[in-house]
């Protein structure tokens, strides 16, 4: 990576006010992605590259560097209010420090939004993805309008943001809704954080996928069993609605899982909706019916009319929620 | 019960604005009480009965209009700025609805709130005993001064209320907080709610009890053999002050049980401290290194050092947070 021949022109904040517009950037395990994204959560222009993992922070700050001036050369620099950046957590939201992403080497305790801001000259605000997403969804999607409803997204891992009584909720250093780490299954599966039983560690994509896999080289007849080591959980999800009757099991096993966990944010948050994304949404068709049963089964009565939905923004509702975030919320963690 | 004689006075808002002063009533399974709250929080007359359990909400309104009486009778009515009621959920905090007391007959789909004003002539508020707990503890207990924390109560069940943000969490009808009903291990023991595998069915002070008696059957030698169906969760905390083994054993089990659950609470909600309450934290120093170990082996590390208290108030975090959401926040679902 070379270096850049030109720092941006800081933003002056009162041409920023008259037409806001912001950009949004989801770091994520395998790839970094950019978006401008205007009031109304359109993204005007968008650029993505695959993740340098381990070149460390330096490395992936440049990758940012140089994804944020392809995203802007469509704008006047002067509209750009600021960078939202959505992060795997866990994270300090309130510091704007990462303190370590699972996927990303040398991310312990590095002052993300402070080197970003030096590196671009514009505000950063650094955000939980599960969070930024929930904003994202609250602002555009699938939560328009309401003032309790929960984001979970179900992919590599699960993450959440909550909103509650009108507000994101953030908690101490805004680490609220790490909703994959909560224990469902005392001494079950091993998870990626060392735990037992997390939520994640039984009903993520990766974990389906592996049960999938697992269960395919033992039954006799799925037209699973020829993926091998490739099956994914889309190749299952496709099965299922093909009528085989391993995917479809494994479909249910998986709505049932993630039908636990949904049935503990009812009682934990009391939400008016719940609100599915991540690449598992991809089979919310499928899944729906097996996580309303689980919650007619297994939830108090007042809570089991709670609906769950797909996501609406699909992969870009952290994006979006963390450009929004600029927008709406511009001095949450940023030190300029 | 005989009929009132009068009818209480309605306040004059202005008189009581110089010397608020509220009262808090606490409805509970076993007993109901009323306490007069100063706005410091002290509790300056207190009155308890039995709870009418099988005569439905008028026989308890008719308890709590004694009750009110009583206590009321120290000040002049005029200085009475209303009354905060707590009971057990789930109920509407929003409306002032009791949904449903599973140790009362009869509250299933009660205006309560209403129904009070109309007896007392005074403004009453319907919090969830958890949420007023945890009002309680912020204002006058463990939990002053901080913007998150998490109050947790286990006796006969586990139930909760949160404080996220510099805020009471309330959700959708003042729902949230219902930490007792998470699963925490799927197809375990049945709970009270139908549910299997709740943190309340593993950890509340009935299961705890319930443990000790069916161990102690089993187990030769140990003290606690001999209360037989008498056996309660403080006697095992007495017999592992003196060293019994057996009782040894159940306490530190009880405690991985509460860890398991407040190691959720702490990746949920994201907490600076968690306050412990109920009858269970009469045994706090006894479970407390316990619950340290569960966290310190489970949480993500960001959340490990959160420290867990016990509850200030004792027995009265309730009805002195359901008196103070009267004296701060007296709108919430007061009709008057």
């Known amino acids: ?35 401008l994204v205007d009031a109304s959560g359109a993204v005007v222009a968008h650029a993505a590259t695959r993740t340098d993992a381990t ?60 080197l970003l801001e030096e590196r671009l000259d514009l505000p950063v605000r650094l955000e939980n993805d599960g969070i930024a997403a ?6 555009f999607g699938a939560g328009r309008g309401l003032r309790n409803f929960v984001y979970v997204t179900v992919s590599t891992g699960v993450g959440g943001g909550i909103v509650a009584d009108g507000r994101l909720l953030r908690g ?19 998870c990626a954080c060392g735990n037992r039983g997390c939520w994640e560690a039984h009903a993520s994509g990766t974990a389906f996928a592996r049960e999938g896999r697992r269960r395919a080289a033992m039954v006799v007849g799925s037209i699973l069993a020829a993926h091998g080591a490739a099956l994914d959980g889309q190749i299952v999800f496709e099965a299922a609605r093909k009528g085989d009757p391993l995917a479809r099991a494994l479909v249910a096993e998986e709505a049932q ?10 009682h934990l948050y009391s939400p008016e909706l719940v609100v599915l994304g991540g690449g598992v949404s991809n089979g919310f068709d499928l899944l729906h019916a097996g996580i309303v049963a689980q919650i007619h089964a297994a ?3 007042p809570f089991r009319d709670v609906p769950i939905v797909r ?26």
């Open 257 to 266: 899982l993630l039908g636990i966990g949904i049935v503990n944010l009812l």
């Open 299 to 301: 939830a108090l009565a």
């Open 172 to 190: 101490r250093r805004g680490m609220a809704g790490h909703v994959g780490h909560m224990t469902i299954i005392r001494d079950g599966a091993l």
């Open 311 to 336: 996501a609406a923004l699909g992969g870009n509702s952290g994006l979006v929620g963390a450009a929004a975030l600029i927008l709406e919320e511009p001095d949450a963690n940023s030190s300029q």
């Open 134 to 139: 929930a904003f994202g969804e609250w602002r």
């Open 1 to 35: 990576m070379t270096a850049p021949d030109h720092k941006l022109t800081r933003m002056e904040r009162g041409a920023a006010m008259t037409h806001p517009i912001a950009i949004g950037i989801d770091l994520g395990g395998t790839q970094v992605r950019a978006g």
């Open 55 to 114: 070149g460390g922070p330096q490395a992936v700050i440049e990758q940012i560097h140089q994804l944020v001036r392809e995203v802007a050369a469509v704008v006047v620099l002067e509209r750009i209010a600021g960078v939202g950046m959505a992060a795997p957590g866990p994270l300090d939201g309130d510091a704007g420090v990462t303190l370590g992403i699972p996927t990303l080497a040398g991310f312990s305790g590095v002052p993300l939004a402070r």
